[in-house]
């Protein structure tokens, strides 16, 4: 992959684009040759789509509609076969793989279903991994405090529940103050009760900090809390909706 400017890190910033789109996708395929390459499985169909700054989006879809290619590929962490995706008005479908580490470093957090906390660090100690390289972070406590957690800054993983953990997990990927906040079923592995603090947790993010945030579920009933419902099947975007009247998440049941 050829970059725009080999030589330096991606350093744009929302300002620098002139735009409030953070994201434009311009018919994106994504093709993959499992196991011996004879089979093709087309993930991605030609997807146009548009995120912009400071909204909270919903990506819904049954498994294998490609949610989580589209979003993997706008986090920098896949490349599309064909199409482009500008994030601030740069082309990052050519950024060098120097250029693709520090735009997922110092531009982008994610959230997955899995916490993935190391266990033999405290909630602090593994939201400072990510302070201690980032270029402007706030600091650990500060970003647990955020999701509620400024009472379980020194327990350890396994002295916590799932959502507490996930709630850690959140922490980490927003100390670093990213743009965007890519989420990946947050909820997938969490009860209702549990997975409506963690949404809770998400919103005070994107209205505290105006970090663009689309979220990953196939739970239909959470698209009641977002600004825009993108639907995904086989691969292509079947429908785009607008909520008028958002829900809050301790409304939502499920």
Known sequence: MTATVASAPFSGSLSDAGTDAVFEVRGITKVYHPGDGEIEVQALRGVDLRLYAGEFVVLLGHSGSGKSTLLN????????????????????????ERELTSYRRDHVGFVFQFYNLIPSLTARENVALVTEIAEDPMTPDEALALVGLDHRLDHFPSQMSGGEQQRVAIARAIAKKPDVLLCDEPTGALDVKTGVTVLEALDAVNRELGTTTAIITHNAVIADMAHRVITLADGRISEI??????????????
């Open 241 to 254: 909706r607008e909520n008028r009247l958002r829900m809050q998440a301790e409304d939502l049941r499920w």
């Open 73 to 96: 590929i706008m986090g920098g962490l896949d490349t599309p076969t064909d199409g482009t995706v500008l994030y601030c008005g740069r082309e990052i479908t050519d950024f060098s």
